[in-house]
């Protein structure tokens, strides 16, 4: 089976999951998204036995095994409902970890590095803004989401960064990955925090993060 077709079949099975979750069929969509989120981790594995940089490639799949964790415990919260929030809580603190992760991996690769950083700094804190005059939530969850954001528009920052330099397929690939991964998680912070939650919101937080994970994924052997 060729590398991509893996990509495919990927996001193939990540729709159905959408799809079975939308039903309210909880404990199979968990083993759906499982199973969805072990694909962008074997297409990690993959692109780790070619890349050319191989420590680079060792921390992001480091960082695609955080995600299939955080994966398997946002769904595992509405199977478990009475343990939910600190479920929820761990599935956020292992993305956390997978972003660090990410960052560090790029860190290395950026020119003018402090320039990228600044950038996300000052972005990070207008979209903290925005989300923190708007949202409703439990002060745990506003501290974990002050981290969590920052963390990850340094590293979309940082990635922009690391494409300049480069100019290579993988670094455009984990850009796009990032900013995807970033719009992703803002959808999801105003449909589960915010009472202007709309039906679109979860089915296109769901598809753009898995996105954002493929590309990150498949940017490995090119970067």
């Known amino acids: 089976m060729s590398y991509m077709s893996l990509a495919y079949i990927g996001l193939l099975v990540q729709i159905l999951f959408i799809w079975v979750e939308q039903q309210k069929k909880y404990v199979p969509a968990v083993a759906l998204k499982g199973t969805a989120s072990l694909?962008?981790?074997?297409l990690g594995f993959l692109g780790l036995s070619i890349a050319t940089l191989p420590s680079?490639?060792?921390?992001?799949?480091?960082g695609?095994?955080?995600g299939l964790i955080g994966d398997v415990c946002l769904n595992l919260r509405f199977v478990l409902e009475k343990a939910g929030q600190k479920i929820f809580l761990?599935?956020?603190?292992?993305?956390l970890i997978g972003h660090i992760l990410y960052l560090v991996a790029?860190?290395?690769?950026a020119a003018k590095l402090w320039v990228w950083l600044i950038s996300g700094v000052l972005v990070a804190a207008a979209l903290l803004y925005w989300i923190l005059t708007s949202v409703e939530a439990e002060k745990a969850f506003k501290i974990f989401g002050v981290v969590y954001i920052?963390?990850?528009v340094l590293m979309t920052a940082v990635s922009v960064g690391v494409y300049v330099t480069r100019h290579t397929s993988g670094s455009l690939l984990?850009?796009?990955g990032a900013i995807l991964f970033t719009a992703s998680d803002v959808i999801l912070i105003f449909n589960t925090f915010t009472k202007d939650g709309k039906a679109w919101m979860r089915p296109a937080n769901l598809t753009l993060y898995y996105l954002g994970q493929l590309f990150i994924a498949l940017s490995i052997q090119a970067m």
């Open 39 to 42: 694909f962008f981790v074997v």
């Open 56 to 62: 680079f490639a060792k921390v992001v799949v480091a």
């Open 64 to 66: 695609l095994v955080f």
């Open 90 to 95: 761990g599935g956020i603190l292992a993305f």
């Open 106 to 109: 790029l860190v290395p690769l």
């Open 150 to 152: 920052g963390a990850v």
């Open 174 to 176: 984990y850009m796009l």
